[in-house]
Each structure stands twice: as structure tokens, then as C-alpha cells.
């Protein structure tokens, strides 16, 4: 069935470099997406990538996909305080609906 | 810039019953979505709806869960005889076309004593 996996945590200095990963099993994903949920609050798209590309930059936001290993990566680069919420990698199911099947998410924790 | 809403941000109901979770979807959106997140779990599709249809419902749809459009701007979804384990976060989702941008209410927090 459909699945996709992802780290619980990470933790990382202010102003390194995050690499979140995430791992899913439908080879025939069209679109994979990257969620951030900040305490209390609803569900934020920050980027999503079409399974024909490789890789998505967007200013700090690094998005790589490696399709033969069905592996998708976040990197965000100069992490800020302000960064440290839940990450939610998501992928488009295989029906003819828009169904996101999502990660269980990655708490990004960022210190000072 | 348009956002999805939900109402309440918060609802408490004794177990067995019904509740009524409110959204008014992104104005000329056409494909709307239920999902939900119990606590430390993954957020799980419930039901997506278009054309005032169900185009796909997941196991945990069942009998006891509905959605309307009544009147062109709220979707609603409702359980009608509440357990304890339907206690979770309850997002609305909305998107124009089928595949691309879905973007999600705050949520609704139901807990169900």
C-alpha cells in the first residue's frame, strides 16, 4: 500500500544547514509536497515537487528527489529559530483523487 | 491573500453525540478534503468531494461520518454518534484544480469525553 516514512527528529544549531528526509513507497507518485505545521496551527505548504524533476530551489528551500530510491529530501539552508516547527513530507496517492498521503512529520528543533 | 477557515477551533461532546465541524473553502476552489491528526500520529485522508460528490472516502469514512456543500461556500462534515477514538485534529482542505496547491484550514480540535 501507499506509505510514506520520515525521521521523528532533528536538531540543529541557528544558522547550520537542515536536511529533512522522507521516504515513500508509490513508485507512480506524480507530486510530492513539504508540509510545516507550527504549534497550534493549521497545515502550511512550503514547496511541492513534480516527480519529473530532480531538484527545487526556492530562496532557503532545497527540495531533492531521487525516484529510483523514492527518496525525497528538504534542506533548508541558514536555519532560523523561527524554522522549528513539524515537517510534513506528503505524496499525491495513486487514485484519481487529490489524496496526500503524509509522513508522520519531523520536529525540526533549531537552537540559538 | 485567501485562506481556508474552520469553526470551531475547538469542540468538546460527550460520546455518542453528533457534531457538525464547519469550513468555508478558498471562494472558487473546486475539490475539497477531510483529513485528520490524532494526537502524535500522521494526518489521515478522510474524504475528498467534488462536483457535491464523494470522490473518495478512506476506511475510517464510514456510516457515521457525512459531508455536505449546502450552500455553495461551507463544507461541513459530520459525525453523527461520537466515539472516543474520533477525538483528534480535524483539517478542511481545498484546492482549484485536483493535483497541485492544497491548502488547509487551521483545524478543528474535537474531543470526545
Redesign the interface.
Known amino acids: 500500500g501507499e506509505d510514506v516514512e520520515q525521521s521523528l527528529f532533528l536538531s540543529v544549531r541557528e544558522g547550520d544547514s537542515s536536511v529533512i528526509n522522507c521516504t515513500y513507497t508509490d513508485s507512480s507518485s506524480t507530486y510530492l509536497y513539504w508540509y510545516k505545521q507550527e504549534p497550534g496551527a493549521g497545515l502550511q505548504l512550503l514547496t511541492y515537487i513534480f516527480s519529473n524533476m530532480d531538484m527545487k530551489q526556492d530562496q532557503r528551500l532545497t527540495v531533492l528527489l531521487n525516484k529510483k530510491d523514492k527518496h525525497l529530501s528538504l534542506r533548508i539552508a541558514d536555519t532560523q529559530t523561527g524554522d522549528s516547527a513539524i515537517y510534513f513530507c506528503a505524496e499525491k496517492g495513486s487514485s484519481n483523487t487529490g489524496k496526500l498521503i503524509f509522513g508522520q512529520g519531523t520536529t525540526l528543533q533549531v537552537k540559538p | 491573500e485567501p485562506e ?1 477557515t474552520q469553526t470551531p477551533s475547538h469542540q468538546v461532546t460527550q460520546m455518542g453525540q453528533e457534531v457538525i465541524l464547519r469550513c468555508v473553502p478558498i471562494s472558487n476552489h473546486l ?1 475539497f ?1 477531510w ?1 485528520r491528526q490524532i494526537l502524535g ?5 478522510l474524504v ?1 468531494f ?1 462536483n457535491n460528490e464523494i ?2 472516502k478512506s476506511e475510517i469514512f464510514d456510516d457515521q461520518f457525512s459531508v455536505e456543500r449546502p450552500d455553495g461556500s461551507n463544507f461541513t462534515l459530520k459525525i453523527r454518534s461520537t466515539k472516543l477514538e474520533d477525538s483528534a485534529m480535524y ?1 478542511c ?1 481545498s ?1 482549484l484544480e ?10 478543528t480540535r474535537l474531543t470526545v469525553l
Do not use: D, L, R
Open positions: 481556508v475539490y478534503y483529513y500520529q500522521k494526518v489521515e485522508f475528498s467534488y470522490s473518495e483539517f482542505a484546492t485536483e493535483v497541485g496547491e492544497q491548502f488547509f484550514g487551521p483545524g
